[in-house]
T-cell receptor, first 112, second 115 residues
Framework: GDSVTQMEGPVTLSEEAFLTINCTYT??????LFWYVQYPGEGLQLLLK?????DKGSNKGFEATYRKETTSFHLEKGSVQVSDSAVYFC???????????FGAGTRLFVKA | DTAVSQTPKYLVTQMGNDKSIKCEQN?????MYWYKQDSKKFLKIMFS???????INETVPNRFSPKSPDKAHLNLHINSLELGDSAVYFC??????????????FGQGTRLTVV
């Protein structure tokens, strides 16, 4: 079945460190890919998305590239801030599909 | 204006009780969802409605009954609450079911604690 696998957390980094959170997917069709972020006590909000192979989604200094050959959508940021501390979810939805499938989430802690 | 709003934000209740969570979206979206998030942050879809019609029911116990009076509202009623129902429940909506790149918009969540 369709699924998303992302690296287990928590990930703990110092401020200004480089961030990578790995995400791979399995899909029977051709999915759109997303990263959502959940700050403490809040709902999920869209961070970035990509809808076709080699597309790069970007927002707030975060980037992810849709790699069809490796079925991956890794999240990166060059210099994290304390305010980036949150849980990050990789997700997919199939075109014509009826639900978004989420990975297990990766908690990020950034220390000052 | 809050795009997807759900009430209450916190709900503490005893086992065996019946409770409801309400959700409203003012985005004009066709599709609404209920998700359950457990203590490890894992998100699992429960229901999906498209224009008031049930599209997905992910093997959720019959004690959970969604109701969509119109496409802007999707409420969740839970009968005979059990300890294992304790979780955060999220309502979400999206513009069109399965359209390319359609993202979901989430409410703030309802933290349900069954004691």
């Amino acid at each position: 079945g369709d699924s998303v696998t992302q690296m287990e957390g928590p990930v703990t980094l110092s401020e200004e460190a480089f961030l990578t959170i790995n995400c791979t997917y399995t899909a029977t069709g051709y999915p759109s890919l997303f990263w959502y972020v959940q700050y403490p006590g809040e709902g999920l909000q869209l961070l970035l998305k990509a809808t076709k192979a080699d597309d790069k989604g970007s927002n707030k200094g975060f980037e992810a590239t849709y790699r069809k050959e490796t079925t991956s959508f890794h999240l990166e940021k060059g210099s994290v801030q304390v305010s980036d501390s949150a849980v990050y979810f990789c997700a997919l939805i199939l075109t014509g599909g009826f639900k978004t499938i989420f990975g297990a989430g990766t908690r990020l802690f950034v220390k000052a | 204006d809050t795009a997807v709003s759900q009430t209450p934000k916190y709900l503490v209740t005893q086992m065996g009780n019946d409770k409801s969570i309400k959700c409203e979206q003012n985005l004009g979206h066709d599709t609404m969802y209920w998700y359950k998030q457990d203590s490890k942050k894992f998100l699992k879809i429960m229901f999906s409605y498209n224009n008031k019609e049930l599209i997905i029911n992910e093997t959720v116990p019959n004690r959970f009954s969604p109701k969509s009076p119109d496409k802007a509202h999707l409420n969740l009623h839970i009968n005979s609450l059990e300890l294992g129902d304790s979780a955060v429940y999220f309502c979400a909506s999206s513009l069109r079911q399965g359209a390319l790149g359609t993202e979901a918009f989430f409410g703030q969540g309802t933290r349900l604690t069954v004691v």
